[in-house]
């Protein structure tokens, strides 16, 4: 709740900060002209932009279960399905979380990731080829990472940072398009098809910076989650499973599941590391080496 409080209080004083910002330099009356209001364009925009972010935090489990496969655990068919749930149930207790549900997906890429709208009904699962790849200590160094991310409450956070550059992307892509556009009326007739491709390309530009905003504090989560697994199962656990992924097939989740992953995309040149929802693998188990953490 904390978290959601927080977002919507800087969500709300950034509107009215770009507000003020606005009407000093005048370009509400550009809105005006072109029959927005600055109010209802702002309401406008926090709709659409929280209402995807949120519907889609809302429909994360179910989506998680039906595109990955997953086989939520309910009563244990053997002794890895055991370890699965004993695992997760000793991490939950530890950090004072309720039993979220737990899962298996079959895929020959070792990868796992947590999902879910609520720190104590959420949803942890992990490929098949993880769960018989990674040794005990390793297993529970990877479900203590995955733990952490609940507990930090980072898919929820995830939700309402985009939620909020969203808003600012609709928002601010409006607001600069009417002012282009009435800028050019002199020599053209004022709004119609400029105006809109204007404003789509301003959300393509804006999106962008968007992503890499999102991107930055993706990675920023999987240091801290790395060192939740290393508190809960010892930081040799936590490196040992992280060099054994770096040994495996490099291949992220799909869709909006890559950033909840344990992994992400394949090592990648400078640029292209700005829009990686993780950190190369050598950077976390460097980060552990060195007892740091991001917070």
């Known amino acids: 709740m904390k978290r959601i409080i927080w977002f919507a209080a800087v969500n709300i004083a950034v509107l009215v900060v770009i507000t003020v910002i606005i009407e000093l330099f005048g370009l509400g009356r550009y809105l005006t002209g072109y029959g927005m209001s600055l109010e209802g364009l702002l309401v406008l925009s926090a709709l659409f932009g929280f209402g995807g972010a949120f519907l889609s935090l809302a429909l994360s489990k179910w989506l998680a279960i039906h595109s990955m496969g997953v086989r939520v655990i309910e009563r244990p068919q053997d002794a890895l399905e055991g370890r699965l749930l004993t695992i997760v149930s000793g991490h939950a207790r530890r950090l004072g979380l309720g039993m979220p549900q737990v899962g298996i997906f079959d895929s020959p890429v070792m990868n796992a990731f947590a999902t879910g709208a609520r720190r104590n009904h959420a949803l942890v699962a992990v490929s098949s080829a993880l769960a018989l790849a990674m040794d005990p200590q390793e297993l529970d160094a990877v479900l203590g990472h995955e733990m952490t991310h609940v507990a930090n409450g980072d898919m929820v956070t995830l939700g309402l940072l985009q939620g909020v550059l969203n808003t600012f992307v609709i928002f601010l892509a409006r607001v600069v398009g009417s ?112 007892g740091r953490t991001l917070g």
């Open 179 to 290: 002012a282009i556009d009435a800028a050019l009326g002199s020599r053209r007739e004022e709004g119609g098809l400029f105006y809109f491709l204007t404003v789509i390309v301003l959300e393509i530009l804006f999106g962008v910076l968007a992503t890499l905003i999102v991107m930055a504090f993706s990675r920023r989560r999987e240091f801290r989650a790395d060192a939740g697994g290393a508190a809960l199962a010892g930081t040799s656990s936590m490196i040992g499973a992280l060099r054994r992924l770096e040994r495996s097939v490099a291949e992220p989740l799909p869709g909006q599941l890559r950033a909840f992953g344990i992994r992400g995309e394949p090592q990648a040149g400078l640029w292209r590391r700005l829009f990686m929802s993780h950190p190369p693998i050598e950077d976390r188990i460097a980060a552990l080496q060195r």
